[in-house]
């Protein structure tokens, strides 16, 4: 039997899958094909790390390990749901629900000074931060706009914010001390095993991590952040944004770059509340109250000062009522640009932004022309060539625009996410060295007390992967691909090389290759999606993120709706889902009214790709018309308005779900290439059909009132269930099929 692992992750995307997937697990089985779970929430993943504390009962397994190493199997075939890339204080706040549902588990030790909390920490260090991605990711990234998806958004265009060309809207970023400026980059001739380590000014030597294996031909890259330069960088921000009278607002990616991010993080809210850091720093530090984790946890957590809290809560206010007026994730809840790390997200913020005519929320409840700080410049100039380009043309047309799909290089932890265990926030003055275990010293950095060091890698096999699929995405498509490298930067000096190389060895006759600085290239597909035309995105790591995120919001109003593909290198099959970053907001809105906004149109896509991916890998063809059958299913869905509304009395997620169930029934007892099929599914498309006035009267006539889910990172599952399943009727059709 073929087997499809559907992942359990967090928030909306796991309240969705309580409900869509017996409809999956119903429909695939008509093709002798098996669907499983495996946890990789926030949730499991703690759980995990913990098992010899807990009783058996309450034991889970390491369902990411697992997926882990079948993803570098031929018989992988995963569809992975957006999870939570835990930031301190939602790691926190896991911790803390999971002991109350009665987990045994220790407490998040900030400092720890003992052995057991040395334990614990690195345990949990192994949960936070883009923990999954980089596990599941062996291979690279096909990335694209369905055809369906973009058919739509030309024909019902989502809003565009106006773009003024005296707008004050632009990005600042530093020019000297950051990771771009200070990077060096090798090739590593031979297979060999690399030392990080601190040498002190006195000449004391501090092991950061050893036993580190790399392969001939891998790119290694190390770089640091100064700390005063961002500190000075900041500061000018600050008395830049309050001279022109826009908001200030911080894009950082502290989810995914889980230790050096959340660091620059802390450093501008010292810089941003400088006054406050100033006259109670020491007591903030002494009730562990860590600018790390944002000012909510500050604010969150004042009652340690005693009689102090108030007058710190004061100052706080006086600082946030000057200016520059600080930007807002949330402006009727005051909550703040630099409220919570895991709200920083620069390839959401960003592009939401560039959609909204150029301006955030401010704290006065208004949008506002916005100074958007981007510290570290490797890739600010991307969000900058964009900002010009609508200053100079307006808003683009979702009616008319063209389309940039990506092609990334993520396989084997390739490039900066990857880098997490090899990142420092350095302890003392000196320098970091790289070392190969013949003693000699590969890079090395002069850094000073409090610099952010980090090292990462890239391997030969991935770079080669990823050229490979470019070419076919280019000839598969007849649009040109093209490298975003800069040739000043020294790692893409280094894979620039490689490209070169490896293009030679395939078949490009006819094709239009081309390797362009990040800038320049983002210059050149505005200009063709201007134009209707296409152009693929050949990127690494980071960038396959940020483009991903910010050209399909401009395109089709969100990244959720975007196909992604992961062919894995050892030929089996990742399917992703789109973003998650609206999730916590549905969550709230489903507790609080019994109604998900979320669209899970994202996983109709990649389910029906993985469908085909089992039709081709097994000779399945019942699974093939399964998927094209599903394809269609969702085209009804976006074209008859059966995607999520966004208030109380109309269709949310449940309502999406039973509509899906309906078409995909009816195409599947429509079409021809399976008469077994289509005899199983008429009468289920005649029931259905039947009963859509009564299902749908039960769907809505939930809502309204709250729910109570028995947890937000570990809900309960009976509850959760009853919840996202209020249907009997409907559940009675789907259950039966099951059966």
Known sequence: MSTIIYTRTDE????????????????????????????????????????????????????????????????????????????????????????????????????????????????????????????????????????????????????????????????????????????????????????????????????????????????????????????????????????????????????????????????????????????????????????????????????????????????????????????????????????????????????????????????????????????????????????????????FDPTTMGSVPNVGLMAKKAEEYGSHDKTFEVAADGAVEVVTAGGDVLLRHEVAAGDIWRACQTKDEPIRDWVRLAVARARATGDPAVFWLDEERAHDRNLIAKVEAYLAEEDTDGLDLRVLSPVEATRLSVERIREGENTISVTGNVLRDYNTDLFPILEVGTSAKMLSVVPLMNGGGLFETGAGGSAPKHVQQLAEENYLRWDSLGEFLALAESLRHLADRDGNETARVLGDALDAATGRVLTEGRSPARALGQIDNRGSHFYLALYWAQALAEQTEDPALAERFAPVAAELTEKEQQITDELVAVQGSPVDLGGYYHPDDAKAFAAMRPSETFNAVIDALRD
Not at 192 to 208: K, N, P, Y
Not at 297 to 311: H, N, T, V
Request: hydrophobic share 40%; net charge negative.
């Open 12 to 395: 909306a995307p796991l309240l969705a899958t309580y409900s869509l997937k017996p409809i999956i697990e119903a429909f695939a089985g008509a093709a002798g094909i098996d669907v499983e779970t495996r946890d990789i929430s926030l949730a499991g993943r703690i759980l995990a790390q913990f098992a010899d504390r807990l009783d058996d009962d309450q034991r889970v397994g390491d369902a990411l390990a697992e997926l882990g190493e079948l993803a570098t199997t031929p018989d992988a075939n995963i569809i992975k749901l957006p999870n939570i890339s835990a930031s301190v204080p939602q790691l926190k706040a896991a911790i803390a629900e999971l002991q109350e549902q009665g987990y045994d588990l220790p407490d998040y030790p900030e400092s720890p000074d003992s052995d057991e909390e040395r334990d614990a920490r690195a345990r949990y260090d192994k949960v936070k931060g883009s923990a999954v991605n980089p596990v599941l990711r062996e291979g690279n990234s096909d990335r694209r706009a369905p055809e369906a998806v973009k058919s739509y958004a030309r024909a019902y265009p989502h809003s565009m914010g106006e773009w003024d060309a005296d707008s004050r809207t632009r990005v600042a970023t530093m020019d000297a001390g950051d990771f771009r400026h200070n990077e060096d980059s090798v090739v590593v001739e031979t297979d060999d095993t690399l030392t990080i380590r601190h040498v002190a000014a006195d000449g004391t030597t501090t092991v950061l991590k050893e036993s580190v294996p790399v392969l001939a031909g891998e790119v290694v890259d190390a770089t640091f952040m100064s700390a005063r330069a961002l500190e000075d960088f900041l500061a000018a921000t600050v008395d830049e944004a309050a001279q022109d009278d826009v908001l200030w607002s911080l894009h950082l990616k502290a989810t995914m770059m889980k230790v050096s991010d959340p660091i620059v993080f802390g450093h501008a809210v010292k810089v941003f509340f400088a006054d406050v850091f100033e006259r109670y720093g020491q007591q903030l530090a002494a009730a562990g109250l860590s600018p790390n984790d944002g000012l909510g946890g500050i604010l969150s957590g004042l009652d340690a000062l005693g009689e102090q809290a108030p007058e710190v809560r004061t100052a706080v206010e006086e600082r946030l009522a000057q200016l520059p007026r600080l930007s807002m994730v949330n402006s009727r809840k005051g909550i703040t640009n630099l409220h919570v790390p895991s709200d920083v997200i620069i390839d959401a913020s960003m592009p939401a932004m560039i959609r909204n005519g150029g301006q955030l929320w401010g704290p006065s409840d208004e949008t506002a022309d916005t100074l958007a700080v981007i510290p570290d410049s490797s890739y600010a100039g991307v969000y900058q060539a964009v900002i010009e380009d609508c200053k100079a043309n307006g808003a």
